[in-house]
């Protein structure tokens, strides 16, 4: 399962080198394998203990630069591949031959494996934590160790490969009130521990904000996103830096290289080295780099992969990946980061003579012209610096281009949300809607 078996498997050399003779010029191979072993709890009970395993092969070629991609899962004949995706070049037109050469053949895995029964312990002791100061709330819950093992190997020598450990987990409390229902979640994604009992602080801290449902705010009032509610504005922000967005025009900063975009004690950028996920080489063979998107709010680069970084006359920097085996590569980000401030959660709650937290939400943010109206599915008013209580039937809704140069405030409790690493923020410029009780 580990980069050892992968890079010794034979079918990638068997596939280029049918590929060539069979009239194709260039040819490359992609290869992911995945084992998984998640835990599973219901109602406060561990139920379920799997390992779940998957294989596959993507087979790019260019015949008479024309591509085809085919892709195969498990074991699958050689020739079967090489001839489905010489059939499909034919349906496609000629492009320009991209392929990278070889640079470094291996990476160390930074993550580490852990026991499914370590799992099981902190599983029992999160929800364990929780219900002793909650009898009432039924918790459900999932603790997972990913290995996954990455390779690619072309026609042009390049031949790379990576494994990647990684922890998550995910719990979710749910506290029936009569005709109230609450539900609360959080989770954690880290390299080789995770934090059953600061997992379970949060969930605690929330339900305590939760006991005494409250009228919402109306109008435009300053907004606290918890970290795990700000991924949402930053989902748009990532649009926007993409090259393919800029090259078609669709993002509002195509013309704005070098000028300020956001506000100033804004910092962006992305590092293969941080957070919780490795990544040395995107999908088509080139090294990631570090590179900041956004210094002091004034906008430094776009990312791209091969094609797009040759259109826009600044080369590819390292972000050409696939959404999915079967697809090509396509500008995208990982270990997207926001470079946090000082401030904690409660320091920020304090700042606020009346404003609105925003920690779940339904629904997904905004469009790439950042406008956006979210139901808040969990979201707490906040009155003199204090958490006074619940809101629901709760709308916000605003711009987040307008949200984003309007900050007040970024705190210092930053954390992983998938790829995107976030503090919470204090923004402005937004209206909020809700039922008075």
């Known amino acids: 399962m580990g980069s050892e078996n992968l890079s010794q498997d034979t079918l990638a050399e068997q596939l280029l080198e049918l590929a060539i003779k069979s009239g194709a010029e260039a040819a490359e191979v992609y ?30 070629l260019w015949q008479n630069g024309r591509p085809g991609l085919t892709v195969a899962y498990g074991s699958v004949p050689a020739q079967v591949m090489v001839e489905k995706a010489l059939a499909l070049s034919q349906l496609n037109q000629p492009e320009t031959v991209e392929l990278g050469s070889n640079f470094q053949p291996s990476y160390p895995d930074l993550g580490e494996s852990v026991p499914i029964e370590v799992l099981v312990d902190w599983g029992k002791e999160a929800i364990a934590l929780i219900r002793d100061v909650y009898p009432d709330v039924v918790c459900n819950s999932d603790w997972e160790c990913d290995v996954e093992t990455t390779r690619l190997v072309n026609t042009k020598g390049l031949d790379c490969h990576y494994t990647d450990t990684t922890l998550s987990c995910y719990i979710s409390a749910e506290w029936v009130r009569g005709d109230d229902f609450l539900s609360v979640s959080d989770g954690q994604t880290k390299r ?11 969930i605690l801290q929330r339900l305590i904000w939760a006991r005494e449902n409250v009228s919402s705010p109306t109008g435009r009032v300053p907004i606290l996103f918890t970290s795990k509610a700000a991924d949402m504005l930053w989902g748009t922000v990532q649009a926007a830096l993409n090259g393919k967005q800029v090259l078609e025009v669709a993002s509002p900063w195509a013309e704005r290289l070098g000028y300020p975009v956001m506000a100033s004690s804004l910092t962006l950028y992305q590092d293969p080295q941080a957070g919780p996920y490795s990544c040395p080489f995107d999908d088509e063979g080139t090294p990631t780099q570090s590179l900041v998107f956004i210094q002091n709010g004034t906008l430094q680069h776009f990312y791209s992969d091969r094609t797009t970084g040759r259109d826009l006359g600044t080369d590819t920097t390292g972000n050409g990946f696939r959404p999915g085996l079967g697809s090509y590569p396509t500008p995208e980000l990982f270990n997207f980061l926001i470079q946090p401030g000082s401030a904690s959660l409660l320091d920020l709650i304090q700042q606020l003579d009346d404003g609105l937290i925003v920690d779940q939400m339904l629904g997904s943010g905004g469009s790439i012209s950042g406008d956006f109206s979210i139901n808040v599915d969990l979201g707490y008013r906040v009155q ?22 309007q900050l007040v405030t970024l705190g210092g409790d930053a954390d992983w949300n998938g790829s995107c690493y976030t503090p919470s923020l204090i923004v402005e410029g937004l209206s909020t809607t809700g039922r008075s009780n």
């Open 192 to 202: 080789s521990k995770l934090y059953p009992q600061k997992l379970a602080n949060q």
């Open 31 to 60: 290869e992911s394998r995945s084992l998984s072993r998640p835990v599973f709890f219901e109602a406060n009970r561990l139920k379920q203990l799997e390992t779940s395993q998957s294989e596959g092969t993507a087979l790019r």
């Open 384 to 405: 003199n610096g204090h958490v006074i209580g619940r809101v629901k039937d709760t709308m916000v809704a605003g711009n987040v281009y307008t949200a984003l140069k």
